[in-house]
C-alpha cells in the first residue's frame, strides 16, 4: 500500500478532466437559469399585492415597479449566462490553445508571451461584455429611471477601467511568471506574499489616487447632519481619516454608503443620492450598519478569507502545474507547463470558477450573517425604527423587489431578502436606545 494519499490515486485522463469541467459547466449553468425561472415566477405571483409588514409604507405602485425591475434584469440575466456558458466552452476547448498558438511570435520572450495571452483573452471577454453593459445602463436603467450615465461617460470609464486594469494586473502577472521560474518549489508562496502586498498597496492607494479617477469625493460640509454623524463616531469611538460625499448621481440614482482604505486612514463615502433622500437619522443608522461591519470584525476576517483562499488557489495550481491532463485536455501540448508555466496559472484559473459555482450559496449565507449582525450592531448604537426606515426608503426608491425567490435568494444574494432582515430587527428587543441627538 502506498503511504502517500496523493500517489495512491489513480492518474486522472484529459479526456476525464475535459468531461468534468464540461459537466461543471452545464450544471453551473442550468442550476442557475432554474433558479432564475423559479425567481421569475415568484416575483411575478407576488406582483399584485405588497407583502403585509410594508403594505403601510410602500405604494403599490413602487412594488410594481419593483417587480417590473426585476423582471426586465432577469431578461438580461437569461441571455448573458447563456452567453457565458458559450464563451466558456470556446475559450477553454479550443479558443485559448489558438490564442496562444497566435502567440507564438513572441516564443523568444516567454513571459512577455504569458503576459500577451492574459491581455487578449482581456480584450476578448471584454468586448463580449460591452453590449450587456450598455444595455443594461441605457435601456434597462434607463427605463426605470435611475441611468444618470451619458454616453460619453460610459466609453470613459470603459476606457480608463480597461487602462486602468492592464496596468496593475499585467506588471503582476509578469512578476508572478518570473517567480514561477525563478524561485524553485516554493514559488507559490513567494508569489502569495507579493500578491497580498499588491492588495494591500491596492487598498492603501484606491481612496485617494483610484476612487478619484472615477468620482468626485467633497468632504461633508459641516452643520446639521455632519454633527450627528460626528456623534455616532465618538460614541464608537470610531477614527476615521474623514467624512465625504460622493457624486454618485453622475452615473445612477441608485444609493450607498461604505468604508474606504485601513488602519487610520479609514474613509466614510456617502452617495450623493443617499444624502438627499434619508434623514438625518437614517443616514446615521445606515452609517452604524457600516460600522457594525467593522466593530465586529467582518472586514478583517474578510481580508483573511482572501488571503487564505488565494494561498490555497496558488498551492493548487503548483499541484497541477506538472499534470499533462491540464494541458491536453484544452489542447495544448501536454508538456506545456515545463516551458510555460504561467499557461498553467492562466488555465487553471478559467477552470476553477465552474467547478466551485456550488460555493456559491455558502459565501451567501456566510455574508447575510454578517449583515444580520451589523443590524443588531446598528440597532444597539444608533436606532433600531430609524434603520427599518432607512432600509425601507432604500428599497423603495432601488427597485429592489421584497419578494425573491426564497431559494434564487438564499443562493444569490449577499443580504437577506427585505421581509428577513426588517424582521429580524423588530426581533431585537422593543427597547429603544437613545436616538441620535440632531433632527
Ligand atoms: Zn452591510
Do not use: C
Not at 486522472?12 to 423559479?38: C, D, G, K, M, P
Not at 467633497?218 to 469611538?237: F, H, M, N, V, Y
Amino acid at each position: 500500500m502506498p503511504t502517500d494519499a496523493l500517489s495512491s490515486l489513480p492518474a486522472l485522463s484529459a479526456t476525464t478532466f475535459a468531461n468534468v469541467v464540461i459537466f461543471a459547466l452545464l450544471a453551473h449553468y442550468f442550476i442557475e437559469r432554474w433558479l432564475l425561472q423559479r425567481h421569475i415566477r415568484h416575483v411575478a405571483a407576488y406582483r399584485d399585492e405588497v407583502p403585509a409588514p410594508f403594505a403601510d409604507r410602500i405604494a403599490l405602485d413602487d412594488h410594481q415597479r419593483a417587480a417590473d425591475y426585476t423582471l426586465a434584469k432577469a431578461q438580461v440575466i437569461k441571455v448573458e449566462s447563456a452567453v457565458g456558458l458559450i464563451v466558456s466552452a470556446l475559450i477553454l476547448f479550443g479558443g485559448l490553445s489558438r490564442l496562444w498558438q497566435f502567440t507564438e511570435p513572441l516564443a523568444d520572450v516567454p513571459i512577455g508571451r504569458e503576459v500577451a495571452l492574459i491581455a487578449l483573452l482581456s480584450v476578448i471577454t471584454g468586448i463580449i461584455g460591452i453590449p450587456f453593459s450598455y444595455y443594461n445602463t441605457f435601456y434597462v436603467e434607463e427605463k426605470f429611471g435611475f441611468n444618470k450615465t451619458t454616453k460619453s461617460t460610459f466609453w470613459i470609464d470603459l476606457v480608463k477601467g480597461s487602462v486602468l486594469s492592464a496596468a496593475l494586473i499585467l506588471p503582476l502577472a509578469a512578476l508572478v511568471f518570473w517567480l514561477m521560474r525563478a524561485s524553485g518549489s516554493l514559488w507559490w508562496l513567494y508569489a502569495w506574499l507579493v500578491f497580498i502586498g499588491f492588495q494591500l498597496l491596492l487598498l492603501a492607494l484606491y481612496p485617494a489616487f483610484i476612487a478619484p479617477l472615477f468620482n468626485k469625493f467633497t468632504p461633508l460640509d459641516s452643520g446639521e447632519t455632519r454633527t450627528a454623524i460626528e456623534g455616532l463616531l465618538a460614541r464608537t469611538q470610531f477614527a476615521s481619516k474623514g467624512l465625504f460625499v460622493m457624486d454618485g448621481s453622475k452615473r445612477s440614482a441608485h444609493g450607498n454608503a461604505y468604508f474606504t482604505g485601513f488602519g487610520k486612514a479609514k474613509r466614510i463615502v456617502f452617495f450623493d443620492t443617499l444624502m438627499e433622500r434619508l434623514s438625518n437619522n437614517e443616514i446615521v443608522a445606515v452609517l452604524a450598519h457600516e460600522l457594525g461591519h467593522f466593530k465586529r470584525k467582518h472586514i478583517v476576517k474578510r481580508i483573511i478569507f482572501m488571503a487564505l483562499a488565494s494561498l490555497a488557489f496558488l498551492a493548487a495550481v503548483a499541484w497541477v502545474l506538472p499534470q499533462p491532463w491540464l494541458y491536453s485536455a484544452f489542447g495544448f501540448a501536454a508538456d506545456t507547463g515545463t516551458t510555460s508555466p504561467g499557461v498553467a496559472l492562466i488555465l487553471f484559473s478559467l477552470v476553477l470558477p465552474p467547478l466551485l459555482f456550488w460555493l456559491a450559496p455558502i459565501a451567501s449565507a456566510y455574508s447575510r450573517k454578517h449583515e444580520f449582525e451589523a443590524d443588531s450592531y446598528a440597532a444597539e448604537v444608533s436606532s433600531r425604527d430609524d434603520l427599518i426606515a432607512a432600509l425601507t426608503k432604500l428599497y423603495k426608491d432601488n427597485a429592489n423587489t421584497l419578494t425573491p425567490d426564497p431559494l434564487y435568494s438564499a443562493y444569490h444574494h449577499s443580504h437577506p431578502p427585505a421581509m428577513i432582515r426588517i424582521a429580524h430587527l423588530q426581533s431585537t428587543g422593543a427597547a429603544q436606545p437613545q436616538s441620535v441627538p440632531a433632527a
